[in-house]
């Protein structure tokens, strides 16, 4: 760890607010933390913790960013285990780690992808780069696959007008070189693929739908490549 004294034990008190914060997270929810509670569990009085972390919100906004952080470090660990011209299995690799992590995680996967919490707003500039890390990996196997021709143009009905200006801009934006059809059914995938991960995660199957949640997780994520256009290598 670089820096002074003081900044290595300025960032080791931050380290343990950000776990006993992810802590309360999973034991009181969101909408329940208080720095006066971590304030405690950390040994300190209660006006010692607002030195380190001003107020909830910058609590919450903390949690956040190191929730989406550790998810995009477990994606890019199981990218890198994975050759890069598999490109159906670089997209099944993505989703089966975003599983992992969210089952391993549930508090925080709920806090990043579940209801809004009441009266925060993530600041946009400190949290779009690190929030945006997965959708950022799933962008460059697509493209990656479709300069290769390894992603197939799908039938289906045509992309609404409507949407070709919305599509133009996140093709400028993430600097991609897809038709709208493939750009379509890949938002389909992206949103499919954390629709799939939050049912199990928020126990909306009911406890005894299905015996074996991975079995069913890892049979969604073919249908969801085969819906995308991936090509079986």
Excluded at 6 to 20: G, H
């Amino acid at each position: 760890m670089d820096g002074t004294p003081r900044d290595r034990a300025r960032a080791r008190t931050m380290a343990e607010i950000v776990r006993i914060g992810r802590e309360h997270l999973a034991t009181e929810g969101a909408a329940a933390l208080s720095l006066r509670a971590v304030a405690r569990d950390l040994g300190v009085v209660s006006s010692a913790v607002y030195r380190y972390v001003a107020s909830r919100d910058e609590l919450l906004t903390l949690l956040v960013i190191a929730g989406y952080d550790e998810l995009g470090d477990a994606v890019d660990a199981a990218l890198a285990e994975v050759d890069a011209g598999d490109h159906r299995g670089r997209l099944i690799a993505i989703g089966t780690a975003v599983r992992a992590w969210a089952v391993r995680e549930p508090a925080t996967y709920a806090l990043l992808f579940g209801s809004p919490v009441p009266g925060y707003h993530a600041p946009a500039e400190r949290t779009t780069g690190p929030g945006t890390r997965v959708i950022r990996a799933l962008v460059e196997v697509w493209a990656r696959a479709y300069a290769a021709g390894a992603l197939r143009a799908p039938e289906g009905p045509a992309v609404p007008a409507a949407l070709t200006d919305s599509f133009a801009a996140v093709r400028a934006e993430l600097g991609l070189d897809l038709p709208d059809v493939l750009l379509a059914r890949g938002v389909l995938a992206w949103a499919a693929l954390f629709g799939c991960v939050g049912f199990e995660v928020f126990g909306q199957y009911g406890p005894d739908s299905f015996g074996a949640p991975e079995v069913l997780f890892a049979h969604q994520l073919e249908l969801l490549a085969d819906l995308v256009g991936m090509r079986i290598e």
